[in-house]
Nanobody
């Protein structure tokens, strides 16, 4: 019933942009924080960004600050991740996840209970 579906990934050149979407269903969307995580080959899962239930608080990993922007649309039950100035090191599978315990957000994967299937982002010339 609870479902998160990521979309918007693809192949982009360095310096380009992508906008990822995380469409939610099966729960009261505005009660919960949503996070974006990524996992690249040879690396552990990394917290990219998160947004609180109200959208009033956002957090970003150091590697993406100033380049990525997270937002949420309550009416559409969708969280977005706008990715600009993409670098090859941004290449990864990107996942969204919901934190069911509180409306606050953090960047630790263990704080999140339900995950989407992931969408591949590849940054290459």
């Amino acid at each position: 019933q609870l479902q998160l579906v990521e979309s918007g990934g693809g192949l982009v050149q360095p310096g380009g942009s992508l906008r990822l979407s995380c469409a939610a269903s099966g729960f009261t969307f505005n009660y919960y924080a949503i996070g974006w995580f990524r996992q690249a080959p040879g690396k552990e899962r990394e917290g990219v960004s998160c947004i609180s239930n109200s959208g009033g608080t956002t957090n970003y990993g150091d590697s993406v600050k100033g380049r990525f922007t997270i937002s949420r649309d309550t009416a559409k039950k969708t969280v977005y991740l706008q990715m600009n100035s993409l670098k090859p090191e941004d290449t990864a599978v990107y996942y969204c996840a919901v934190q069911l315990r509180t409306g606050w957000c953090g960047l630790k994967s263990e704080e999140y209970q339900r995950w989407g299937q992931g969408t591949q982002v590849t940054v290459s010339s």
